[in-house]
């Protein structure tokens, strides 16, 4: 509702509103306010005015100050939030609280401005992506070029993010990416063997020693009958938990140290590290416990209706430090990873079961580490669980029963600690320093904000419901800065809203994502600002403390990105040149502003060409591209930076190769030709 400008003043007397705009708006121009009104009205003279002739309210124009970053204060963005980029298979990186994207990056997916898989060896990191034993892969179609990303985990040190690394995983084909934070590029794609599909089991242990990913759909056992295997599912199917140990130095993936636990074949979902008194576990959620299979037309209930059976599904408990030493002994090589088999994961006391309400969605451990907040999507409630009740509980052996598999089930009563009923269809949960919960509510379309128990909260201020705001709509993930690490920061909270209908201009049939700003300094939650996502459906996001990030400005002379090392093979001025021997061709070749070194290249057809591509600039922002039209090859240097690209001169003609970046006053003429003849 617009209001005169009269009335904007007056009615700015009270709250946070009549602050900014009694102090900002100081020097009101006189005049009765009839001459913006509507729009198209030149926007000149105060605030007031301004406001009036956008239709905007008081409460408005200080949502947009809380969230202006102006020209020239990148500061006044205090965290990055980092997103998955759902099924355009890349990653996002916003500023909160302006919630402007700053970069995509390209992950399992060719992405055509960086020069990501497009004759790059870029493109060997996406092709190793998908050669692992275990990966099955078309003959056809040899190298996967697309993925569904949800979850990123951003590595940490004492359970506080340590801005080096970011991992993400490929829903749709079990993989997991891993992006160096000094240059926000991707360094590897593993094929995770075991794990035909994985979903919210992403998680890095508070000291970074591994990286979680866990099965979604349970993966057919080597040998079982195909098809026979559904009705079988028991006996044929297996679910995997899997610790990919990091390594300390570069944060890839340690494969030789890495191992798996067999579960049930359940369906696990949601996942996170414990820290602090529950370091050393971590927890999964699980639905269709039931193991309903579909068969719709087969005389069966569709699968939403045979997994939503039972009362019950289960939160598996894992301990990892035990595992780590049980591995050692007692496990058997699948497909070329370790993994414990579950009887001796039941037999050790690694795996332990908890009920949890039907059809659960998120699992998250409280910054103290002793609640595991798990909000079920068919249970208006969420139960809140104690590590220290779950450990008195194992130690007693306290089990209400074993599933079909032996897996001792902890009972129920002995662990929950409280439940708060916040609304319909709880999914994710994320916390601030004094002892909330924010989870999110899909069906309700809204955030309700829970107070956790001691030592934050006693008697009967614990376990309640404390606040509510509506967002829009259907509410999937949401996060509050740092807020699922041992130091939640508070101050924002942004919701991840799969429905956008009348909060963006129309863009045809489909509607973008709708990424909300909620404040979470004041009394009561307020959303701050809608922000469109116009790509994909983002799952999870990060957000971490902008002064974390280490960024590298330049890259050291000659780095090849994917080593992060100088590489031998890079120029530097003065030592262009072409050497051919037989048919292969090594051409060695500076990018500055404005040439190419050499930019002339002589070839004959079917000759084997290998370019060493150096950027020889070392001022920031002085990226070159590189692109070779037909050839379907394009790179992007950035300062510093050395890039390797691969070709068969296969296709005769005069192919002017040209730069992609608009680098100077003479970027049109930095050009060259390829004769191939
Ligand atoms: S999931 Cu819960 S809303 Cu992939 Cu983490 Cu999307
Ligand atoms: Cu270099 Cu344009």
Redesign the pocket.
């Given at each position: 509702m617009a209001v005169s400008r009269r009335e904007f003043i007056a009615g700015s007397a009270s709250g946070a509103a009549g602050l900014v705009v009694g102090g900002v708006l100081g020097k009101v121009v006189a005049g009765d306010g009839d001459g913006g009104g509507g729009g198209g009205g030149a926007l000149s003279g105060d605030v007031g005015s301004i406001a009036e002739a956008r239709g905007l309210t008081p409460a408005e124009v200080v949502q947009a100050v809380k969230t202006v970053v102006p020209p020239g204060k990148p500061e006044l963005d205090e965290f990055y939030i980092l997103a998955s980029g759902g099924h355009s298979g890349q990653m996002l990186v916003m500023g909160v609280p302006s919630m402007k994207i700053k970069k995509v990056i390209g992950v399992f997916t060719p992405e055509s401005w960086q020069g990501w898989g497009f004759g790059t060896d870029s493109g060997d990191i996406i092709r190793a992506g998908t050669t692992a034993e275990g990966g099955p892969v078309s003959p056809a179609q040899p190298t996967l070029t697309w993925a569904d990303t949800h979850h990123p985990a951003i590595s940490e040190t004492n359970g506080e993010y340590d801005g080096r690394w970011v991992y993400i995983n490929d829903r749709a084909n079990g993989r997991i990416a891993m992006v160096d934070l000094r240059d926000f590029k991707t360094k590897q794609i593993y094929d995770i063997p075991n794990l035909l599909s994985s979903h919210g089991g992403v998680f890095v242990t508070p000291n970074s020693e591994y990286v979680h990913i866990s099965t979604k759909t349970p993966t057919l056992i080597a040998g079982a009958d195909v098809a026979t295997s559904l009705e079988n599912f028991a006996d044929s199917y297996r679910g995997y938990s899997t610790f990919l140990a990091i390594d300390p130095t570069t944060g890839k993936f340690d494969v030789a140290r890495s191992f798996q636990v067999e579960l049930p074949p359940y369906t696990q979902d949601l996942a996170d590290a414990g820290k602090l008194v529950s370091d050393g576990w971590v927890f999964i959620n699980s639905y269709n416990s039931e193991m309903s299979w579909g068969g719709n037309m087969e005389g069966n209930p569709p699968i939403e209706v045979g997994a939503s059976a039972g009362d019950y599904d289960y939160m598996h408990a894992i301990n990892w430090k035990k595992a780590e030493q049980v591995v050692q002994s007692r496990s058997t090589v699948i497909n070329g990873m370790r993994v414990i088999p579950l009887d001796v994961a039941v037999e050790e006391g690694i795996l332990y079961l908890v009920p949890e309400p039907r059809s659960p969605h998120g699992v998250d451990v409280s910054p103290d580490g002793n609640y595991l907040c798990v909000g079920g999507k068919l249970d208006p409630h969420v139960t809140i669980y104690s590590f220290e009740q779950f450990q008195a509980a194992v130690d007693a052996e306290d089990f209400e029963d074993h599933d079909q598999f032996g897996v001792p089930i902890i009972n129920f009563d002995s662990v929950v600690a409280g439940r708060v009923e916040v609304g319909a269809g709880p999914l994710h949960t994320q916390f601030d320093a004094e002892g909330h919960g924010y989870i999110s509510l899909f069906i309700e379309s809204a955030v309700a904000k829970f107070s956790l128990g001691a030592p934050y909260f006693e008697g009967d201020q614990a376990f309640q419901l404390v606040d509510k705001v509506p967002v829009h709509y259907n509410i999937g993930h949401l996060v509050t800065m740092e807020g699922d690490t041992t130091k939640p920061q508070g101050k924002y909270l942004v919701a991840l809203n799969k429905w956008s209908i009348d909060r963006h201009s129309a863009v045809g049939t489909l509607n973008p994502q709708n990424f909300q700003l909620v404040d979470l300094d004041g009394e009561a939650m307020e959303v701050l600002s809608d922000t469109p996502i116009g790509m994909a459906e983002p799952h999870y996001v990060q957000a971490i403390r902008a002064d974390r990030i280490n960024a590298w400005h330049v890259y050291p002379p000659g780095t090849n990105p994917t080593t992060m090392e100088p590489d031998s093979n890079a120029v530097v001025q003065g030592e262009e040149r072409i050497e051919r021997n037989g048919d292969q061709v090594d051409v060695f070749m500076s990018?500055t502003?404005?040439q190419f070194k050499p930019d002339v290249l002589r070839l004959n057809k079917g000759d084997h060409v290998t370019l060493h591509l150096t950027n020889i600039e070392s001022t920031p922002d002085a990226?070159?591209?590189f692109a070779i039209p037909r050839y379907n090859i394009s790179a992007s240097l950035d300062p510093g930076e050395y890039t390797r690209i691969d070709f068969v001169a296969d296709v005769e003609g005069a192919f002017a190769m040209y730069?992609?970046?608009?680098?100077?006053a003479l970027?049109l003429e930095?050009q060259g030709w390829i004769l191939v003849s």
């Open positions: 990018l502003r404005s990226t070159h591209g730069c992609t970046e608009f680098c100077s970027h930095m």
